[in-house]
């Protein structure tokens, strides 16, 4: 090897010499045996620098070995991915054993490999494949499981875990003297713009089977383990494999490979002197050619081999592997590569990494990019032992023909294809005789370019994939074919004439299907888009794909001065934000849960915004008012369609006129219909003065109320309250007083009576009045709303200490139905029955999901087995139900045990219940 022309192996040769001269003449001997010191290596304070000798002794072997070529490219792939596990291992290792860790560790009998129970790290990428390069990254992702790892959850198990994956990434990426073990990369995590670096094994499960994204699915199906506890690793990913491996043909994550590798070509930086240059899509210029990213290279072929594994790989498991190579072979076996195309691809592959392992080689650099200086080129070539660059670039230029056109085949002729069908099948529908004649001439007029929505007919043929892709979704549909067109020609109507958009929806299927879906299956999306038909410009932003940001991106909104233009934004913030949260969980990337906590964090997004209008309006630097969120949102559990309960407290030291008219402007800017809608509606009829007083009250004033003035059914209301928005020293008064209310000891007979009139108000006025209670959560028998009030009762028969006040609404609830509290003991005398608590969880959880699908899909009007497949599979594995039948009777026994409960509370109450109720008149609360 001509070590010269590397500077990188030429410093190693000269700082190494000696411990290069003792190593096995044989390149696979001593690598082993570099492999093996370096598993033996003892975590001291020197495991850093011994890592680095290691690697470098190691780094200089493995070249001579490839150039050389002693060895063949797997098995030296198979010995460089060894190595990096040694290092992970002992970098992982030496982590856990720093001083400041024993706190943290409770004693536990180490592993077989001396890992510490629990934590594994899966290796993704060419890691996972067996097929590490020079100088590659090594792609982590880290889980653990929470009955294994010997930490105390006192201790906050991922804060601890994250520290030692952080150290462990430190001691192997750590440059001292250019020189490190490798760079690490935990860019491929579930919710990697999170600062922790794992997660409990449980919740990674439910991110990727419920949230995760292609490019996830892509990333795993590479996973192997590398590091930790090795058995629970293969047992986490043995339970992804439903997951990773489709049993049906999942022709949709090939089509999203495609736009990756389009993305990739019109985006990546790396590629960006490639476009400019226009190198990109010519095979014969060999300027700064990217042997990974550019087209006809190891990426394309990457993609060939993935598309088709994920394909096929849930109906043949021979298909299953993550080795490029071996996959290539492997596809051949199984009949769906043909012998040209797998050597092809093969001999491709084996030339490609030749060149990128030599690239690396001479300066240690992660880089994939030909020289296209001289003086570089000859360096690369001398390194090689070659010295025609023109033989070079010729058989770089005959590889990336016959890979583009592999690729383009597998990615293109399936659409051609599926287009062609379509188009045959759209003229032979037989239902479009039988529409009526105002929707058969909408019909028409698609097919002949939707001139009707002003498209100029020189660009009618652009549209015929438009058309295609309805005439297919009317004839898949399971809904009245004649509403649809009367849905999507409204749409179509709503937004901009001239083509536009229609073009977007004909380039972008998914994005149809984004549209379309919710205008025929989910009225309150429907009305989101008429109001605000600009949504299809935000699905197509890149982040309309990516996790959600908690912080929402509403910066728009604030970037006019002009208070009407800012209203009109408001409104349009929230429907953009609403309708991707809803379609998020129409696709079944986020449950109802998820989405609950999302549409809480977005309603006190917008209450703080609304704040900020009005103060900067008012030329205020603080807003003179808190605001209390009562119901939902008190609760964190906004649903679709939920208004905003609020209560507005202010200073004692501010004028009192001065915060009612700050309030009035809030109300304003919140309730008033634009051209966008509402922002929310909102309902204050739950302050103190009722629906008539004025809006806001002081901070004295509602601490006097609640304290000596209120009755029980404004304390029932309370048990939801919290602030959610205002100064933090008002926030902290409101929840000072709220917590005196709820813990302070009540007169019981009180309590009983007002609540057991109550609860039979409820019942004669809303409770079970509608006539078809199929799916109306809140108001059926054994509904949400009785569930809701049997809880704020709990809570005020059992005064939960201060303390607990101030815990999140659901844990109080909880910790109010345990076995010993007074709601529990009176379930139990009355009914024999045990676990209120459990049951009680149980319902909040089974009701709260299920509204959310019945306001979002409107089951409420319609029978569940209306929805298309692709929703109701959503719903059943969002509510945790094997069938609908299955669902029903969650629906049957949830409710009776609400029922159940309700009446034995109700019994309870009124043992001394009045003969005439109406001789019971509710007065202030009275203490004990």
């Known amino acids: 090897m001509n070590e010269a022309s590397s500077s990188y192996l030429s410093n190693i040769a000269a700082r190494y010499a000696s411990d290069l001269a003792q190593l096995a003449d044989d390149d696979e001997t001593a690598l082993r045996a570099l492999i093996e010191s370096t598993s033996a290596l003892p975590c001291d304070k020197n495991i850093e620098r011994a890592l680095r000798r290691c690697k470098a002794l190691f780094a200089y072997r493995w070249s001579h070995s490839r150039i050389q070529h002693t060895l063949d490219a797997a098995t030296l792939g198979r010995l460089q991915t060894a190595f990096a596990e040694a290092t992970i291992s002992k970098a992982l290792a030496a982590a856990w054993a720093e001083p400041q860790m024993s706190r943290y560790v409770a004693k536990a009998e180490p592993l077989q490999n001396g890992a510490i129970p629990g934590l594994f790290i899966l290796g993704l990428g060419k890691l996972g494949g067996y097929d590490l390069n020079f100088s590659s990254d090594i792609d982590l992702v880290a889980f653990y499981d929470t009955e294994h790892l010997p ?40 919710n990697a713009s999170a600062m922790s670096l794992c997660m409990p094994s449980e919740a990674a499960q439910e991110f990727y089977f419920f949230h995760s994204y292609p490019w996830h699915r892509l990333a795993m199906i ?31 994550m090939v089509d999203e490979i495609f736009k990756l590798k389009q993305k990739i070509n019109r985006e990546h930086p790396q590629l960006k002197h490639a476009r400019s240059s226009g190198a990109l899509n010519d095979p014969e210029n060999k300027n700064g050619y990217n042997l990974k990213l550019g087209r006809g290279g190891i990426r394309e072929i990457e993609f060939v081999v993935n598309g ?3 394909l096929w790989g849930g109906k043949k498991p021979q298909l299953r592997t993550q ?40 300066e240690n650099q992660q880089t994939q990019t030909l020289p296209r200086e001289t003086a570089q080129l000859n360096r690369l070539l001398q390194l090689l032992g070659r010295s025609d660059a023109d033989a070079l670039w010729a058989e770089l230029t005959e590889h990336r023909k016959t890979v583009s056109a592999i690729f383009d085949g597998t990615f293109n002729t399936r659409q051609q294809d599926d287009a062609a069908d379509v188009a045959v099948r759209a003229e032979t529908m037989q239902w479009v005789e039988e529409l009526p004649a105002s929707e058969k001439a909408i019909y028409e007029a698609w097919q002949k370019g939707f001139a009707n929505y002003g498209v100029n007919p020189a660009h009618a043929s652009a549209l015929q994939p438009l058309f295609l892709q309805l005439a297919e979704l009317l004839d898949e549909t399971s809904m009245d074919r004649t509403a649809a067109i009367n849905k999507l020609h409204d749409f179509f109507v709503a937004i901009p004439r001239g083509g536009q958009y229609l073009r977007l929806l004909a380039e972008h299927h998914l994005l149809l299907q984004d549209i379309v879906t919710p205008l025929l299956y989910s009225p309150h999306m429907s009305s989101l888009l008429e109001q605000s038909p600009h949504i299809v410009d935000l699905l197509l932003e890149p982040h309309s794909r990516q996790e959600n940001d908690p912080a929402f991106d509403s910066d728009f909104v604030l970037q006019t001065n002009d208070f009407e233009m800012r209203l009109e934004r408001l409104r349009r913030f929230v429907n953009e934000q609403l309708y991707l949260h809803f379609l998020q969980l129409l696709r079944g990337e986020i449950g109802a849960p998820e989405l609950q906590r999302t549409l809480t964090a977005l309603a ?36 679709p369609m939920s208004d905003l309960d609020l209560i507005f407290v202010s200073d004692d030291n501010i004028d009192l006129e001065q915060a009612n008219q700050f309030s009035n402007r809030l109300q304003h800017l919140m309730e008033l219909r634009t051209r966008e809608g ?43 309250g919290r602030a959610v928005a205002g100064s933090a020293e008002l926030q902290a008064g409101i929840t000072g007083v709220r917590a005196e209310v709820l813990s302070k000891p009540r007169d019981s007979e009180q309590l009983k009576l007002d609540a057991a009139k109550m609860l039979r108000r409820l019942q004669e006025q809303r409770i079970g009045k509608k006539k078809d209670l199929r799916l109306d959560v809140k108001l059926r028998s054994g509904g949400l709303m009785e569930l809701d009030y049997l809880c704020a009762c709990a809570c005020l028969l059992a005064a939960p200490s201060k ?48 509204q959310i699908w019945s306001r979002l899909t409107r089951l409420e009007d319609d029978d569940m087995e209306s929805l298309p497949t692709a929703i109701r599979d959503a719903l059943l594995i969002d509510m945790q139900c094997e069938s609908l039948d299955d669902l029903k009777q969650r629906i049957d026994s949830t409710s009776a045990f609400v029922s159940a409960a309700i009446n034995a509370l109700q019994a309870d109450f009124e043992k001394s219940a009045p003969d005439n109720w109406e001789s019971w008149h509710e007065a202030p609360v009275r203490w004990r």
């Open 323 to 362: 080795n490029t190579v071996q996959t290539l072979a492997n596809l051949e076996d199984a009949g769906l590569l043909p012998a040209e195309a797998r050597q092809q691809l093969t001999a491709a592959y084996r030339f490609y990494r030749l060149l990128e392992d030599a690239l690396q080689m001479l």
């Open 308 to 310: 088709m594994q994920l």
């Open 803 to 850: 303390a607990m006040c101030e815990k999140p609404y659901e844990e109080m609830v909880l910790a109010c139905c345990a076995a010993d509290s007074p709601a529990a003991k009176i379930f139990a005398g009355e009914t024999g029955v045990e676990n209120f608590q459990r049951s009680v969880g149980e319902a909040m959880v089974f009701w709260r999901r299920l």
């Open 222 to 252: 590479k996973a192997r383990v590398v590091a930790g506890d090795i058995d629970t690793g293969n047992a986490f990913l043995q339970d992804l494999e439903p997951y990773l491996w489709r049993q049906n043909l999942d022709y949709q």
């Open 678 to 720: 509402r922002a929310y509606e909102m309902d204050m009829r739950l302050r103190p003065s009722g629906r008539s007083g004025p809006a806001t009250v002081s901070m004295r004033s509602f601490a006097e109320y609640q304290l000596n003035n209120a009755k029980t059914w404004e304390h029932i209301a309370l048990t939801a």
């Open 604 to 639: 006190e997004h917008t209450i703080h915004l609304g704040l900020k209008i009005g103060c900067e309006e008012t030329r205020l630097t603080q807003a003179p008012i808190a605001v209390i969120g009562m119901g939902k949102l008190g609760m964190r559990a906004m649903a």
């Open 151 to 190: 930490v105390a959850s006192v201790h906050g198990r991922s804060d601890v875990v994250s520290r030692v994956l952080k150290r462990m990434a430190q001691i192997l990426s750590k440059p001292v003297e250019q020189e490190f073990v490798w760079r690490v990369d935990w860019r491929l995590r579930p």
